[in-house]
C-alpha cells in the first residue's frame, strides 16, 4: 500500500469512528489534508465549527491566519500537511480528554505520521506539543526545535491564541520565520526511526541558531 492509499483509509476510518464520545457531536470528521510527500506537517487541537461543517482543518479565523503565516514564508496551506490532535469536534469546543487524545493519537495520528515521513513537524497549542514534549509550558519553548524519535518538532502557539491575544501575533510570526531554516537543516538529522520512546530517551533540544 502506498502512502496516498494509506491516507486514504485513514481518511475513511476516521469518517465512521465511533471509537470515543467525540463521535457523538461531529457533523464532518476532519482527517487533515495536503501532499502525500510534505516535508512539514502541522498539528494542531482539534477541528472547530466551521471544519466541522466542512470537513476540512483549520478553515475559520485562525486557519486565515496560518494562510498568512505561511505565505510570509513562501508557502501555500496546499504545500504542507494539516491536520489536528483530534479529527472529530470536542462539544461547545471544549478541550479534548485525556482519553480521546490517546485513541485518537494512537489510532490515526501516529499512522499519519508515520505515512507521511515529514521533515519537520509543527506543533500548534499545547495538546500536540505534548504529545512529543510532555510537561513543559509552550510560553517556554515555543519556537525552539528539539529532535524527538530523530524527528524535528517544532513547538508553537495556535494560531488562535493571537485572535485573542493581540501580543503573540508578532511572537507567532517571528517563530513561524524559523521554519525555512529549519526545514533546510532537518537533513542533518539522523534518520526518523519509530521506535518508542524510553525513560531513557529525553528529547533533545537543538542549538541550530
Do not use: W
Amino acid at each position: 500500500m502506498n502512502v496516498e492509499e494509506m491516507l486514504s483509509e485513514i481518511s475513511l476510518e476516521v469518517s465512521s469512528c465511533t471509537l470515543c464520545e467525540l463521535h457523538h457531536s461531529r457533523k464532518n470528521a476532519v482527517p487533515g489534508e495536503g501532499p502525500v510527500n510534505s516535508e512539514i506537517m502541522f498539528i494542531g487541537e482539534g477541528p472547530g465549527f466551521h471544519e466541522n461543517e466542512q470537513g476540512r482543518p483549520f478553515v475559520g479565523a485562525a486557519g486565515k491566519f496560518l494562510e498568512e503565516l505561511l505565505s510570509k514564508i513562501g508557502l501555500k496551506r496546499e504545500d504542507v500537511f494539516i491536520t489536528n490532535v483530534v479529527k472529530c469536534r470536542p462539544p461547545k469546543n471544549r478541550d479534548p480528554q485525556p482519553e480521546e487524545v490517546e485513541t485518537c493519537t494512537k489510532t490515526y495520528l501516529d499512522r499519519q505520521i508515520q505515512a507521511i515521513n515529514p521533515k519537520v513537524i509543527v506543533t500548534l497549542g499545547r495538546f500536540s506539543m505534548n504529545l512529543f514534549i510532555p510537561n513543559v509550558k509552550i510560553s517556554n519553548v515555543h519556537g525552539k526545535p528539539v529532535q524527538v524519535k530523530g524527528r524535528l518538532v517544532v513547538p508553537m502557539y495556535h494560531p488562535a491564541a493571537a485572535l485573542h491575544q493581540g501580543s503573540l501575533r508578532p511572537v507567532i510570526e517571528n517563530d513561524f520565520h524559523l521554519l525555512p531554516k529549519l526545514i533546510a537543516d532537518a537533513d542533518k538529522l539522523p534518520a526518523a526511526i519509530d521506535e518508542e520512546v524510553t525513560d531513557e530517551q529525553e528529547p533533545k533540544q537543538l542549538s541550530l541558531f
